[in-house]
């Protein structure tokens, strides 16, 4: 049972990047799933979610620029950023919740995934 992270990678500012996060060993239909981002000497952030019904989230700082999308039967939720900034620079974690919620708090995750290094810079 695990969560495995990828796609960050190097982008120039304004551009697009999209992760994904693919379970293996369960489904995720029965999970909410948000991503978490980590800025260098910083605390790790929620930034998004997609509830169990598919319902999201975001956090302001992304809202309008990042999109977040489930694909049941592939087991995986991306992340799809576009209007990149150097702010938004961090490693990005997925994680799964069972409550059928988004919630903030880093223990009412039971998944973590492995974390995927996104960098925007010119």
């Known amino acids: 049972v695990q969560l495995q992270a990828s796609g960050g990678g190097l982008v120039q500012p304004r551009g697009s990047l999209r992760l994904s996060c693919k379970a293996s060993g369960f489904a995720l239909d029965y999970y909410s799933v948000a991503w978490f981002r980590q800025a260098p000497g910083k605390k790790r952030d929620w930034i998004v979610c997609s509830r169990k019904n598919d319902e999201k989230d975001y956090r302001n700082p992304v809202r309008g620029r990042f999109a977040v999308f489930r694909d049941n039967a592939k087991s995986t939720v991306y992340l799809q950023m576009s209007a990149l900034k150097p702010e938004d620079t961090a490693v990005y974690f997925c994680?799964?919740?069972?409550?059928?919620?988004?919630?903030?708090?880093?223990?009412?995750?039971?998944?973590w995934g492995q974390g995927t290094l996104v960098t925007v810079s010119s």
């Open positions: 994680a799964t919740s069972t409550l059928d919620l988004c919630v903030v708090e880093e223990e009412m995750y039971n998944l």
